[in-house]
Each structure stands twice: as structure tokens, then as C-alpha cells.
């Protein structure tokens, strides 16, 4: 118990004597380039989301497409509008042919 | 508070001003950064961020705080939107490694724990109570880092967080209690 105390103690005071983290002497360069021709990471993370969403969005309408032509020129789409849906969907309501 | 003659040279855009501003607060910034982050280049890029918003938002500046405040204000602020965005991104991991998006993920817990003004001694636990500090409410540890690693009194504290001072006690009283807690349930699990 004694032993858990003071380590818990140790821990709490392990930041005594912390100084002061000092940053890049080149940050002012960086800043100014920053402020001046924006480019920062947090535009970079919006633009590739943004891009991401859209290309997922392309590539499905495309799919619909082509499945949408691979079934109009298939054989079993014979009619259009309650003909075609009845043959694609209730095809086992057809006569069987023995 | 009112606009004093270093903001208004900042507002007419003087650069000599802005290359004064940013050396006189640039290491309480990264300070401050490295303090919630505990990662040298996170904490870069968020004190970049922070004198890049100061440079763009200086004419908006209505001097109702001082500057440093205002300046402390912003760098709690973009630290904890940076683990916010970085926690987001990390949700969404699967999506970003698809595409090859995964420069924010390495934060606090998950990343070597960095301070380059912690004693060498201490850095082993200086690490373990990182750790904990991070699992504290935000206002417990925005308090709390302003006071231990960054030094501010509780009066300074208290303008930064616009509380009271009494609030500030409160908070840094509460964050203790909760560290303790949380100190204790990883001695049981780990040092015994």
C-alpha cells in the first residue's frame, strides 16, 4: 500500500523541474510561407475526403450504368416497364416445360 | 485591455511586428502544443497554425484580452481540435489507408512520448502520467497543463479558460483527484 503511494506520488511530481520546450528558431519562415501561399495539411484532409466521397460516387453511378446496359441487352429482357420486371423477378412463375 | 501600438502595427500588416510577435511567443506556444500532443512535429504544426490564424484574424482582434491571452487562447484551442482531427481520422482509419492518407494518426498514446523538457530521470513516469493527463476531461486538462507544464498562474489561467479563479482551483483540485484515480488503477494492473 505504502509502495503504491509513493509511486503514485513519484509520478505526480515527475513534471517538477520541467523547463520550458523550446520551438523551431525557422518558424517565422514557415509562418510567413503559411500565410502567405496556403497549403495546409488540414485543406490537404478535406481535399482528399472530398476526392475520395467523389470518386466512390463516380464509380458507383458507373456500375449502375453498366449493369443497367448489361441487362437491356440481355436476352431476358425481352419487354420494358411490368414485362421486364416480371421476367427478371418471377421467372419461376413461367410455365415449366416438361 | 484595448488595442495597444503592437497590434495596430500588426494590423497594418508590418512584418518587422508579426517577426517580433512570433519570437516573443513561439516557445509558450509550442509549449503549450507539446503539453496535449507530446509529439515534436504535431506540436510544430500547431504553433504554425496558431501565428498563421494571429497573422490572419490580428485585424478582428477587438483587445478585450491582452495578446498573449488571446494567443494562449488559440494555441489550447488548435491543440485540442488537432486530437479531435486526429482522433476522427484514426475512426476512419480503413478509408485513409485505401488511400494512402495516414500522416495523422500518430498521437498522444499511440506515439512515443516526447518532451524535450522533462528531466531524464523522470521521463519514464513523466510518460505514464501523460498518458493520464490525456484521459482527463478537457477542461481538467486544459487546466492543468497550462498550470504544471506551462507554468501560468491560476489568475492567468483563468482569462485564458474565461472562468473564475476559484473555477481554476476547482479544476486543478478535480484533475488530481481523477489523476490519482487513474494512477492507481494502472500501479494495481501494472506495478505490482
Redesign the interface.
Known sequence: MKA?ET??N???N???????????PG??I???A??LH?M???RG?KG?YYW?AAACITLLIALNILSALYYHQSENLTGSGVAAVATDYLYFLRPVKL | MGITPAITRLRDGDEQAFRELVDEYRDRVYNTAIGFLQHQENAEDVTQEVFVEVFRSVARFRGDCSLSTWIYRLAVQKSLEYIRTSRRVKRSGILFTLFGKEDHLNIAADAPFYHPGILLENKERAAILFRAISLLPVTQRTAFILHKVEGLSHHEIAKIMSTSVSSVESLIVRANRKLRELLSDYYEKNER
Not at chain 1, 515527475?14 to 523550446?22: D, K, N, P, Y
Open positions: 503504491k509511486w503514485i513519484d509520478t505526480l515527475s513534471l517538477e523541474g520541467i523547463r520550458r520546450a523550446t520551438s523551431d518558424l517565422f514557415k509562418v510567413q503559411e500565410a496556403p495546409s495539411k488540414k484532409f482528399a475520395s
